[in-house]
T-cell receptor
Framework: EIVMTQSPATLSVSPGERATLSCRASQSVSSNLAWYQQKPGQAPRLLMYGVSTRATGIPARFSGSGSGTEFTLTISSLQSEDFAVYYC??????????FGGGTKVEIK | QVQLQASGPGLVKPSETLSLTCTVS?????????WGWLRQPPGKGLEWIGT???????YYNPSLESRLTMSVDTSKNQFSLKLNSVTAADTAVYYCARDEEFERGPVGWFDPWSQGTLVTVSS
């Protein structure tokens, strides 16, 4: 099973600033990496798949990069609605599909 | 726009069977895509449970496979989950979601998701 590790666990950022979230896989997942956003009391929402392809309706301030075992989600200028928990997920080697433990982006 | 709704009992006794149904609207599940179940224990991360195709082909998480059965009812546009011999560790918010299809197999990313349904395992 591929283990996904996200860092940091919590990221404190001021509105308008850039946020950089990291995700590491225990072995290569090629470019088969997705990101989700989850707000309190809500279901996760797909942000990105294939490392860097934004899902429908996702604003351009969200971008993804990386390949193999190291990945980054960048939010270029944090808006109030972006404060949430973010999860990475690999779909390269399965079963099972596996998720990281999440990074909480909070207001500084 | 496709919508999914998960439903089922909110409380299940230990050692009994957890049963949930996902109803899909605005899209016929017979038309394609794969359909998955995922869960999230309170305050914790996400876990993939399993995925099913409208033909009944299933893919299960090995950690749950011995207790898990998924099925599909195309006439009702629903798919279902049964997890037997539950314990407190199965207490979680359960979600159903759509998985992309590629070359007759699931891709593995999920969009959209249902609202979650909390299932508590307790006597």
């Amino acid at each position: 099973e591929i283990v996904m590790t996200q860092s940091p666990a919590t990221l404190s950022v001021s509105p308008g600033e850039r946020a950089t979230l990291s995700c590491r896989a225990s072995q290569s997942v090629s470019s088969n990496l997705a990101w989700y956003q989850q707000k309190p009391g809500q279901a996760p929402r797909l942000l990105m798949y294939g490392v860097s392809t934004r899902a429908t309706g996702i604003p351009a301030r969200f971008s993804g990069s990386g390949s193999g075992t190291e990945f980054t989600l960048t939010i270029s200028s944090l808006q109030s609605e972006d404060f949430a928990v973010y999860y990475c997920q690999q779909y390269n080697n399965w079963p099972p599909f596996t998720f990281g433990g999440g990074t909480k982006v909070e207001i500084k | 726009q496709v919508q999914l709704q998960a439903s089922g009992p909110g409380l299940v006794k230990p050692s009994e069977t957890l049963s949930l149904t996902c109803t899909v609207s605005s899209y016929s599940i017979s038309s394609g895509y794969f359909w998955g179940w995922l869960r999230q224990p309170p305050g914790k991360g996400l876990e993939w449970i399993g995925t099913i195709y409208h033909t009944g082909t299933t893919y299960y998480n090995p950690s749950l496979e011995s207790r898990l059965t998924m099925s599909v009812d195309t006439s009702k546009n629903q798919f279902s989950l049964k997890l037997n011999s539950v314990t407190a560790a199965d207490t979680a918010v359960y979600y159903c979601a759509r998985d992309e299809e590629f070359e007759r197999g699931p891709v593995g990313w999920f969009d959209p998701w249902s609202q979650g349904t909390l299932v508590t395992v307790s006597s």
